[in-house]
């Protein structure tokens, strides 16, 4: 089935430094891909949608300066946490998909804590 | 715009006891329904999807969902369940075409041998 690899799986760094989150279709032509942010028990929120080779569309309360999305390929997005904080510290989760009739399919996540 | 509800946030059940887990969703269109599944320690892992036609719709593991349009519903269901069922369910819901998935809060599922 569909791959869709998320690095790295976990990461920790300090308070005002950024972070990158890869995230890559390993054997599809993701067009769409989305990022989503869980916290502790609670349900995937969706940050913000990308399509290649344009600008993400992001959620409501996401600050797009913050949240760096880049999409320049059909099998790579990235998401960069700039300035980061510990109210980031959460997981993010990327998931793609490559027709409008498709299924989504997640990555693995990356825990990020910031100290 | 869309939102799911999932009533269940924490379920015990024995093994082979029946499982049904509750999912009402609010969107004004056509939509696409999904139950994902999240092992512990794992990604999140498609478990059943409806599109469109019948409205009963069998997945993988012996998991089923029946999709009631006039209740909004989407419940999922398995006849006996087993302790490899222990996960966190989500269902969730977009509209056509290349909308965002919403997902419900999740339901805990934990099943004692």
């Known amino acids: 089935g569909a791959v869709v690899s998320q690095h790295p799986s976990w990461v920790i760094c300090k308070s005002g430094t950024s972070v990158k989150i890869e995230c890559r279709s390993l054997d599809f032509q993701a067009t769409t891909m989305f990022w989503y942010r869980q916290f502790p028990k609670q349900s995937l929120m969706l940050m913000a949608t990308s399509n290649e080779g344009s600008k993400a569309t992001y959620e409501q309360g996401v600050e797009k300066d913050k949240f760096l999305i880049n999409h320049a390929s059909l099998t790579l997005s990235t998401l960069t946490v700039t300035s980061a904080h510990p109210e980031d510290s959460s997981f993010y989760i990327c998931?793609?998909?490559?027709?409008?009739?498709?299924?989504?399919?997640f990555g693995n996540g990356t825990r990020l804590t910031v100290t | 715009a869309q939102s799911v509800s999932q009533h269940n946030h924490h379920v015990i059940l024995s093994e082979a006891a029946s499982l049904e887990l509750g999912c009402n969703y609010s969107?004004?269109?056509?939509?696409?329904l999904f139950w994902y599944v999240q092992y512990p320690g794992q990604h999140l892992q498609l478990l059943l999807k409806?599109?469109?036609?019948?409205?009963l719709v069998k997945g993988i593991k012996g998991f089923e969902a029946e999709f009631i349009k006039s209740k909004f519903s989407f419940n999922l269901r398995k006849p006996s369940v087993q302790w490899s069922d222990t996960a966190e369910y989500f269902c969730a819901v977009k509209g056509t075409g290349f909308q965002k998935l919403v997902f419900g809060t999740g339901t805990r599922l934990l099943v004692s041998p």
């Open positions: 409806y599109f469109s036609g019948d409205p």
């Open positions: 998931s793609a998909t490559d027709r409008e009739a498709s299924p989504l399919h």
């Open positions: 969107y004004g269109g056509t939509v696409n």
